[in-house]
Structures are given as structure tokens and as C-alpha cells.
């Protein structure tokens, strides 16, 4: 018995190319129902339309986001509808097994381990020499300029100058160079800690016994170090958390961090503000140990 | 019965209906083939809504004076590409709604990318002859992570600017080669003014190309090999390919999850308010906040670093630092066991016969204990990147948690994945037709009818 277009439906064979062979059958869930399929087309132009609306009127987020599901949703339906409609069948299909000549070949190199080997080794050396040409010819980042220098005032950083008692005790304040590009390297954490300093903080680069400045970049992946714990005079980064130890020189506590904040030496000039009497003695940014600023 | 005249039933019939002549590639059944399909769709909504970002975004840190509808910022001097978002977000119609889609777009892509792999390690589907299509993926997802971190950071606000730093960091770290990496990919000493152009270009060509021309490798592979079936009790599925003609029934079935993922993105855009940027700020130099993460997807690295003890090991003129040790040789590790698995899993495989057919979890035990431990470590890794987090919710000193994080990195994944092993390992109570008993990573010649004794 065939159906409307000639196939003959209770045939075990289906298609021609390659031949198949029915292995279930599914009928179909419900017959095609033209009308709902127009009704839900219509609601999909609707919502289509409201969303352009919605979107040229400068409507909220969420009746855009609205109108747009309201058109999706009915464009699902459809799409179930029409897939709901027809009758599905599974089938047996034969597979290709043979290897293909290129996989062949393939195979067989793979199974030359001499070969294997050798093409190893010059895939080895070709890498090794791009790294060795970009370590010795590639791009060197360029070296900022000294930022900061004896005499040059500490500011905030709309540029106001700071004085020693602007600073109340546990509190702290980013400070930048004045009259500067506001470099990310000249950052500076000038805290009054809650305890006298000890060694090896530079107890000559401190101001009315507990007021000092370290490095803002952390020496551990470069991130602001700006938190500070009054009780324990610990400056702790928010990345990785690395703590240092703001009253013995910046030195690591705990986390990640190996290396010990720059401080930055600090004076009070004539007038009474704050300035630094040298740069830092140490770099600031990570570098590798060959390399120096100075 | 139907209004429609009949000339028309006909022709919607003919055209969507079963085509015996054209059917289509036979394509195997199963719910979780259906995740491969999700970041197909998830990309194809990257790239649309993609597109009409381009129009907007400046690529460029310099300032410029932000006059638009936002109070906070209005009259304020902002980075170009901070003001750009900002413009699109608060002074184009639609354009909050449009990043919405393109970021939750991007989460799903790499979670639904995740979820396929794990089905496809789980289930063997990277063996012969699929060995070059799992490497295809694995670039595919590794590339759509960096298309992730570089659109993040696009934005160049205070959370993206510190990344940016961070990454900087790492590629710095790199011994011997790395400050010439980390010129070469930002331009600079970061903050560098041409940082933005170069992972725009990244981001909006490199990436984007990278994918797609994977993605399309990746189906077209898939297509000619075959897609991977499940076992059928009575046939041979060495030889035989078992499943729907692609029309009209699976092509209507992806159809349907597409515009089902669609709608999903589109509800998850209305409801959570994602990459609201007025309230991180744009990057100024030398701050930072306290909720400094990179995108969940990258909580690991993150993780590893702050859960690796301060490490300075000077070998010459060469320093391992922390960062070196969890931003590089951690996630190299992990992604050089991701693409050697299939190697090891076939180590006492003599034949390179070609496999077709999804294996039962239960009768791979140790490769599945071995995914739970992986995906364990992970996990621990990601859960330590917030660490600050929990240490703030258990009212607990962040120290202690990290401490307790580290016991956890070292012992969970072996505890985890040697319990998962040991359960699924049981043998099965009755026999099941319906699976496959093929057998684990060292004998597979036997035939996988299932009509065979248990192993």
C-alpha cells in the first residue's frame, strides 16, 4: 500500500543511495494541523515585530528581552509542530570501514618509529630556534624612566600635595610623583603604621617615627597593593592575597609574594610636605635577575 | 479537517517532510550528542551579536570626556574603550541587552565545549579514527578561552584592567623569552597604549578565525567519519551505522535546540545583570578593588597561584617565581595531559581498529575514576581562586582557608577519583542490551553485539 506520493510505506528497504534498511519505525505523533501552524506564525511576526519596537522605542531590557522569547518561543513550536507531524524511521546503514589511502599511509608512518623520531627531532629544533631568535632578537619592553628622584613632592592623585599629618594613624593613601604621567610604577603606599618599624625597614627613610611609603605594585604578579591591617601593620594584595609586613620593611608574611615591597625613601621638605630623597632602591616590576634598572 | 488547499500541503510536505532520494547522512541518536551541538549555537550567536559590537567599541585606553545618559560618569574624563561600553550600554537602544547575549553566549561555549569533552573522553569517542577531530576540539576550546579572557578584558575597566596586568605578569614570568612574549603581546610595558589594539585584533580576527575554521574542520571530520553510536543489541556496529536519515528528524531536532539555547540566553540576558560595567570603574593606573577575578573559566590558573607557596628557585641567571609555576607550567601540565589522554588510554591497543562505538562508563572504571580526579583537582583550584570569598562567609582568617585548600588540591582528586573507580567498577547486577560490553582500554577485539557473557 503506497502513500500519497507513490512510496511504498510498509517496504523494509528505504532510499536508494546507498540502500538502507528500516530497522524501527515511529509514526507520527499527531497529524499536521495547518491552522495552529498559521496561528503560531502569526504570534512569531508579532513578536518580531515588538521586539523591533521595543528595541527603536528604547524600551527596558526585560520587554525587549520579552517580546523577543514571545517570538522565539512560537518559532519553536512551529519547528516542533512540523517535526511532530511526520513519521521517523531508523535505519541500518552500511559503514565504510576500509582505511582511506591517506590514513593507510598514515598508519604506516606512524608505525615507523625511526621516522616518528626523527620528525620529532626537527619539530624539537625548529622550536628551539624560534625561542633562541626571540631571546636574543625579540622586542625588549622599554625601561619607564627614574619616576621618582630626591626632592620631588608626594601627591595624590588629583595632585595635592601631601603633608605628614594628613595621614592619621592606621591609615594609609596612595601617593604618585608630582607633576607626573601617574605612571602604574611610581604608585606608592604611604601608611602610618600602629607600631614603631623595625629592621630591615630603613629607619632613615621614615618620617615622624612611623610614617613610611613602600611600592604600590606588588612584586608578585603586579597588582595595587591596597589594603592595609591596622592591627598587624599588614599590607595584603587583593590578587593572590600575598601579605607584607609594613614594620619590618615590607618583608613577605604569607601567600605568594617572594620578594619584599621597594620602600621608598622618604623626607619632608622645607615647606613641610612630604617628598622622597631618592628612587627606589630595588626595581619595581618583576624582572629577571640579570637585569637591573641601574 | 485542514483549510489549506491541498497543492500547498503537498508542497510543505514534499519540502520538509522524509525525502527518501536526499535523505541525508544517518545520523546517530542519543541525548548527549545533542552537547556537541550547544557551542555551535552558542558561536554562531557570538559572532552576530559580535559583529554589532564591532560598530561600537574603540579600541583605545586613551581618555576622552564621557557626555552621555550615565549620572556617575557624565562630564568625567574615561579610557576610550571604557566610554565606548559605556556609550553602548546606557546610550544605544538595545545595547546593554546586546552585551548581555554576547557575554552570556560566551559562557555557555565554554561550559557546553567542557561538557562535550568530558562526554567524549567518558564515552571513548577519541579513539581511532578520531584522534585528529579530539585535538580539533581541544583547540577549539582552548582557543575560545582566550577569545573569553582578551573580550573581557576589552572593556578596560577596573576588574579588566587588572587582569590584563596579571596576564602580563605571567607571560613575563616565562624564562629567558618572556619579557620579549610579553612585549610582543601587548605592545609594551603594560599599561601600554597599543595593549587594546593588539587584543582587539585578537580577539575580533585571530580568535574568532581560529574557531570557526576549527569548527568547521570539527564537523566536517565528524560527517565523514561518522558520528559515534551507541551499541545495538543483534547488529555489528563495526559495520554498520545505525540512526535517523538527517532530514527531516535530526535536523528538526538541532533546529529545535537551537532556538530552545536561543531563548534560554535570552531569559538568563533579562534576569542577571552580566558585565554591568558602571559599577567596576574604568582601569585607572595603580588601583585595583577587592574583588579582583578573571572570567570563571579561568578561576584555576588564579587558583593555582594563590594556592602555590611563595617560590623564588634561581637556577643560573633563570628565576622560577610563583607566577611562572602556576600561570604557565600548571595549566601547560593539565593541557599536556588533556591532548597525551588519548595516547595513554590506548597504550596496550596493538591494531589501530577503527572504534565506532560509545563505551559504557562502567566498563572503562579507571578512566573515569581518572576524569573525577582531574576534574576534582580542578575544581579545588577554581574554588581556591576564592579564597577571600569564603574566608569572608566562614567569618575565618584567609590564611586558614588557603591552607585547608591546599590539603584539599593534594588529597581530594586521588580520594575522589579512586571511590568513583572502585563504584563504577562493580559488575552490573543483569545484563543490559542496550550498552555496549566492550571492554576497557586493553582488549577491544572482541564484537560489541552485546549478545556476548558479561566480561
Given at each position: ?28 505523533r ?21 521586539t523591533?519596537w ?14 523577543l ?15 511532530a507531524?511526520?513519521?521517523?524511521i ?11 589511502a591517506?590514513r593507510?599511509?598514515?598508519?604506516r ?46 601627591t595624590t ?54 610614617l ?8 608578585h ?53 612630604l ?8 626595581p ?7 637585569e637591573?634598572?641601574? | ?13 514534499a ?14 541518536l ?9 557551542p ?27 557626555d552621555g545618559?550615565?549620572?556617575?560618569f ?25 552585551r ?20 567524549v ?8 579514527p ?8 581541544l ?55 597599543e ?16 574557531v ?23 547488529i ?6 545505525v ?42 593606573d ?15 590558573p588564579?587558583?593555582?597561584m ?6 623564588a628557585?634561581?637556577l ?106 572502585a563504584?563504577v ?5 543483569q545484563?543490559?542490551?542496550a550498552w ?20
Open positions: 500500500m503506497s502513500d500519497r506520493h507513490g512510496r511504498d510505506t510498509a517496504d523494509d528497504r528505504w532510499g536508494e543511495h546507498p540502500p538502507m534498511q528500516v530497522l524501527r519505525r515511529f509514526p507520527a499527531r497529524p499536521l494541523r495547518w491552522t495552529s501552524l498559521a496561528l503560531v506564525a502569526i504570534v512569531a511576526l508579532v513578536g518580531i515585530a515588538a523591533v521595543a528595541v527603536a522605542t528604547d524600551r527596558s531590557t526585560t520587554v525587549q528581552g520579552a517580546s522569547l514571545v517570538a522565539v518561543a512560537a518559532i519553536a513550536n512551529a519547528v516542533w509542530q512540523l517535526a507531524g511526520f513519521d521517523r531508523e535505519v541500518v546503514e552500511p559503514r565504510a570501514t576500509h582505511l582511506s591517506a593507510t599511509a598514515a598508519h608512518m606512524g608505525r615507523r618509529p625511526m621516522l616518528r623520531r626523527l620528525m620529532a627531532a626537527g619539530a624539537g629544533v625548529v622550536g628551539l630556534g624560534v625561542l633562541a631568535g626571540l631571546a636574543r632578537f625579540g622586542p625588549r619592553a622599554e625601561r619607564p624612566g627614574q619616576t621618582w628622584r630626591g626632592g620631588v613632592r608626594l592623585e588629583t595632585g595635592q600635595a601631601l603633608r605628614p599629618d594628613d595621614i592619621p594613624a592606621g591609615g594609609f593613601a596612595t601617593a604618585w610623583p608630582e607633576q607626573s604621567d601617574r605612571l602604574e610604577v611610581a604608585a606608592v603606599m604611604l601608611v602610618r603604621l600602629t607600631a614603631e618599624p623595625t629592621p630591615p625597614t630603613e629607619l632613615e627613610w621614615v618620617v615622624d617615627d612611623r613610611l611609603a613602600y611600592s604600590k605594585v606588588c612584586s604578579a603586579g597588582c595595587p597593593v591596597g589594603l592595609f591591617r591596622e592591627t598587624d601593620n599588614a599590607l595584603h594584595c587583593p590578587c593572590h592575597h600575598a601579605e607584607f609586613d609594613a614594620a619590618r620593611g615590607a618583608t613577605p608574611l604569607t601567600g605568594p609574594a617572594s620578594r619584599p615591597l621597594p620602600q621608598l625613601p622618604l623626607g619632608v621638605d622645607g615647606d613641610g610636605f617628598i622622597a630623597t631618592d628612587d627606589f632602591p630595588a619595581v616590576v618583576p624582572v629577571r635577575k640579570t637591573r634598572r641601574r | 479537517m485542514s483549510s489549506v488547499p491541498a497543492w500547498l500541503a503537498d508542497r510543505i510536505v519540502r520538509l517532510g522524509p525525502r527518501p532520494d536526499r535523505p541525508g547522512r544517518t545520523t546517530p542519543h541525548w548527549s550528542f545533542l552537547l556537541g551541538h550547544l555551535v549555537i552558542a558561536l554562531v550567536i557570538l559572532a552576530v551579536t559580535g559583529l554589532v559590537l564591532t560598530l561600537f567599541y574603540r579600541p583605545s585606553a586613551a581618555p576622552v570626556l564621557y545618559a550615565h549620572e556617575l557624565r562630564g568625567r574624563e574615561l579610557p576610550h574603550a571604557y566610554a565606548s561600553v559605556l556609550h553602548l550600554s546606557h546610550d544605544v537602544p538595545g545595547g546593554i541587552f546586546l548581555r547575549l554576547h557575554a552570556v553566549a560566551a559562557h555557555l561555549f565554554i561550559a557546553a565545549g567542557v561538557a562535550h569533552l568530558l562526554r573522553i567518558v564515552t571513548g569517542a577519541f579513539r581511532h578520531r584522534q585528529v577531530n579530539y585535538l580539533l576540539g583547540a577549539i576550546l582552548l582557543a575560545g578561552v582566550a577569545a573569553g579572557w582578551t573580550g573581557e578584558n576589552l572593556t578596560y575597566s577596573l576588574v579588566a584592567g587588572n587582569s590584563l596586568r596579571v596576564g602580563y605578569a605571567i607571560l613575563s614570568s616565562v624564562p629567558v623569552v618572556g619579557e620579549q612574549l610579553a612585549t610582543l603581546a601587548f605592545g609594551g610595558p603594560f599599561p601600554a597604549g595593549t587594546l589594539l593588539r587584543l582587539w585584533g585578537a580577539h575580533v580576527v585571530v580568535l574568532p578565525g581560529v570557526v575554521l576549527g569548527t568547521w574542520l570539527h564537523l566536517r571530520l565528524t560527517r565523514r567519519l561518522s558520528h559515534t553510536q551507541m551499541a545495538h543489541p543483534g555489528d556496529d563495526r559495520c554498520s551505522i540512526g535517523e536519515p538527517f532530514w527531516p528528524g535530526p535536523a528538526a531536532r538541532l533546529a529545535l535546540l537551537s532556538l530552545l539555547t536561543f531563548g534560554m540566553l535570552v531569559i538568563a540576558s533579562i534576569l542577571v545583570p552580566w558585565s554591568d560595567l558602571a559599577l567596576e570603574g574604568p582601569y585607572r595603580g588601583y585595583g578593588t577587592v574583588a579582583l577575578y578573571p572570567p570563571w573559566y579561568l578561576f584555576w588564579e587558583g593555582a594563590i594556592l602555590l607557596p611563595a617560590v628557585l634561581e643560573g641567571p633563570v628565576t622560577l617565581t610563583n607566577v611562572f609555576i602556576g600561570g604557565v607550567v600548571v595549566p601547560g601540565v593539565v593541557i599536556a595531559g588533556a591532548v597525551a589522554y588519548p595516547a595513554w588510554d590506548g597504550r596496550r591497543r596493538e591494531r589501530p581498529e577503527e572504534r565506532h562505538v560509545c563505551q559504557d562508563p562502567r566498563a572503562v572504571p579507571i578512566r573515569v575514576g581518572t576524569l573525577i580526579g582531574a576534574t576534582v583537582f580542578l575544581a579545588v583550584l577554581t574554588i581556591a581562586a576564592g579564597s577571600d570569598a569564603i574566608a569572608h562567609a566562614l567569618a575565618l582568617p584567609v590564611d586558614t582557608v588557603i591552607w585547608a585548600l591546599r590539603a584539599a588540591a593534594l588529597l581530594a582528586p586521588f580520594a575522589a577519583g579512586a571511590v568513583t573507580a563504584l567498577g562493580r559488575p552490573p547486577r545484563l543490559r542490551p555496549s560490553t566492550e571492554g576497557g582500554s586493553d582488549d577491544d577485539s572482541r564484537a560489541s553485539d552485546g549478545k556476548g557473557p558479561l566480561p
